[in-house]
């Protein structure tokens, strides 16, 4: 049959061609290289990537002093992690540098990853004091620093100009109360059948940005020192608020499962009126290519509420430099740890799109004039506080968090059982 | 060859909506990431649908300059597919015809053991492969995917081929010892050419799986062997907000292999027929 | 039928060994494992069965054993009748034949993720093409907030991606029926119901027992379907096994969990499969008494 003839020629066609194709992907070049393993964020940062920006190729130049070939991996955070894990567990590993976000970096983790303080006194990083205290201790475990702070994404309220002046407002809601009775006034819909929705959060993809809703009423999941916080008087108004919202409409109707992804288009498409997302979305939410009011959202700190005495709340993520414990190249990552950590350095790769660790990077004149908020990111990030994973189950406590808050804003429990259950849950999880 | 009619109009119109149906339902989808990879982002998400819009090639572009690892990952994939596929499909044609035309308790216990095997979810059976297959140097390699992707799939193809080939008479056979055939020329000139239905099934089956396959590509290769699924997948960004032309422009390059694949094998099971009317 | 002799042997290795290294091996590991406590780059402390029972005892578990359960015999014998309808509209005949079968095939060739990312799109209420026209005409689908048409969707979407599959083999088994058989049967005067259940069905039945026990297991390991909709929310309500699985094991870095539940599940899958298991037991018995 000429198929089965057919089907034989190609069969040892693709035989030979395999074998020639196996032996020209295993040429590997004698040289020194260094394997980098991020997010892509932290590889356009660190190497100007991204059209039209201005920091340059702040690793590409290392690796050229250093006669360095630089090999970076990029996956999404979930799969990064993952598999960063995996490596992590091997005798020895070809991943030299890692970024790690904090959410992932228990005690567990940081045993496998390389201790800093003796690095650090070796080689220092210039004007380490000028990367805050509270960073550099949320990644100390046991007196041992294991990971250097590179990136935070803190987040902030992001509100649409046009729709807000369509329904009467002049400026954003300047306090807790007015967001919630402006985002009530924003909910409509329109003669054409649109809905829009006056209040979004990304509620379906982890506790970060719900918490800092949650954080503008007062609540919070646990301080600083793992004390659980979460049976409060003001999470469970914050919760029945939200339940509140829900019911009239508010929040749209997904809320449960609303990805990043499905709060950016609905911001984009103008059918959210206010959002709880990181600063950095302002990029995209202004993007002209995606966004039908491209130039008109902006974004704020988030107001906290008046009887805490602070102006503004806000919560953060950090991303952090770490060298695994396997790794076989640490001299040279620590290397370039310093380098990307250098007070210039940060202006670069914040001038590339990178959220910068250090304070006084917010002063530079350059930085001032690329992105509108970032003096709004400043006043957020000197209030901004992290939620705390530095006990092993905090993925767990993350996911029974997602679980009672759902059910409390959906309804199907009482934000007072919800908030009872989640203490009861969480406090033998957090003091193993 | 006969066709069966279907006399009448209400069975004709109820043919006609099953077909119009059946094509609405399949093709919806896949149609909307298509026509979504031409499209304006916010063309992407208006409502009413747009079915009239001004086409762009932007994300094409930028999945050009900005993924420009995808060609070489997609160059990766078709060589873990097609390998992958060949293993299974040929080391499955051997088990099937040997489950078919011998018997013994317990060749028929392992036919039930390879089916058995395969319930363990693969996520779960990574956690102990990956250490090993780093200790072997088979990391970051062609070969692993190959042959993981082809041991998950023979059980499955084993079991189609013993399947069609039980439908070849054991006549053939002797007919053919009879005349002089090896065993190997038995198999080769008369079994092979009749279980070819089966063995494009399978065939689809595991090139389809390894071309999308995402779980395994991940863990086991970084650099050399990396697979499309995983570019496509960075697209899916959980910092930037997933840029969705690019990602259905992604998508859509990698539907043509498939496709074309797809149409080459309906004439290898139509060409399965001709053959099946020479059947007792 | 022949004895397994040595050249029969020497067929069967390929098949075996690829199995033997790339699965029963591992899964060997991963069922010790499950007696184990371990997590990355902890060395593993035997525990026995606690792992077992920690997950036995936890109703989370049973909840996601439970929609599992429906979903997949939902999907399964859906899938199953509309697939075999399929095959027999493609037998009868149909025009444009070749552009028809890629058409049905197209959901298998788009990617788990993709397919279901796309779906979750359009059943968006806000703006997705089928679900705000649904929410407009008042027949809502609220899949995100309840846990039954959360389900319901998954469903959906899971007999889409997974049709062509069944399809398939179905049509493959099909078209395997020597036409001999049908004219002998026009000869005798069968109508095409008589023809259709009385021999299409039984030939069909081999082919029939494989579709139904791979695509059971398939269906029981559902994961995409209910993580990249809900996540398995709202409330962890739509959990299947898998996701209970993943969250609880990988998120939390608890393999010997992650093992057991693993194990568990070939157990349920097993359970689930054994009538069809048993069934093709007795007849490969009966083709060689």
Known sequence: MKIIRRVKASLAGFALGLLSLQVAAQDKKPETTLTVLSHKVHEISARGLAAGTTGGDIAGEWAARNNVKLVWITADIDPMHDRLLRELALRSTSIDLAFVINKYATPRMSRLLEPLNDWERRALIEDFAGIPANLIASLTYNKSLFAI??????????????????????????????????????????????????????????????????????????DQNLNVKVNSPQMIRAL????????????????????????????????????????????????????????????????????????????????????????AHKELAWSLIRELSSPANTIRAALNGNGPVRPAAYDDARLKERLPYTQEEAVAIAQATTIPSSYDASAQVNTIFMEESQAAVLGLKTPEAAAASMEKRIVPLVKR | MRRRRLHGLLPRLLRALAVLLMVAWSAGPVLFVVTASFKQQLDIFAYPPKIVFRPTFDHYVTLWNTWDAFLPTLRNSLIVSVGATLLAVCVSFLGGYVYSRYYSRLLAASAVYMIAIRLLPPIVVTLPLFPVIDFLGLSDTYAVLILLYASFWVSLCTMVVKTFVDEIPKELDEAAFVDGATHLQTITKVILPLSLQGMMASGIFVFVYSWNEYLFALIFTTQHAKTAPLVISEVMDAIYGTDWGVLFAGVTIQLVPVVALVVLGQRLLVAGLTAGSVKG | MKKLGPSALALLTPVHLLLFLAITLPSLFVFWMSLNESTYGVEATFVGLRNYAAVLTDPYFWRAAGNTFVVTNVVVYIEILIGLALALLFKSGLPFRKLMFAIVLMPYAVSEVVGVLAWKILMDPAHGAIGRTLADLGLALNWSASPTQGLVLVSIISVWQHLPFTFLLLYAGLLAIPLSVYEAANIDGASALQTFFRITLPLLVPTLLIVVIFRLIFAIRMFSEVWLLTKGGPARLTEVLSVYLYQGAFRNGDFGAAAATGWLMVVSSLAIAAFYLYQMQKRIAAENA
């Open chain 1, 149 to 222: 702070p590179f990136r935070h994404a803190t987040t902030g309220l992001h509100y649409n100009e046009a729709l807000l002046k369509e329904r009467g407002f002049t400026g954003p809601p300047r306090t807790p109360d007015e967001v919630v009775d402006y985002a009530r006034k924003m909910t409509f819909t329109r003669p054409d059948g649109t809905k829009v929705n006056g209040l979004t959060v990304p509620a379906g993809a982890g506790p970060f940005a719900v918490l800092s809703l949650l954080n503008m009423f007062g609540a919070e999941l646990m």
């Open chain 1, 240 to 327: 029945g608020m939200l339940h509140t919202l829900y019911k009239e409409g508010v929040l749209p109707s997904n809320y449960a499962t609303l990805s990043i992804d499905e709060v950016i288009t609905s911001v984009q498409t103008g059918q959210a009126a206010i959002a709880f997302d990181p600063f950095a979305r302002y990029t995209i939410y202004n993007d002209p290519k995606k966004s039908k009011y491209p130039g008109q959202i902006k974004v704020i700190p988030i107001p906290a509420d008046p009887a805490s005495g602070r102006k503004v709340v806000a919560m953060t993520e950090i991303w952090a430099a770490a060298i695994p414990k396997n790794s």
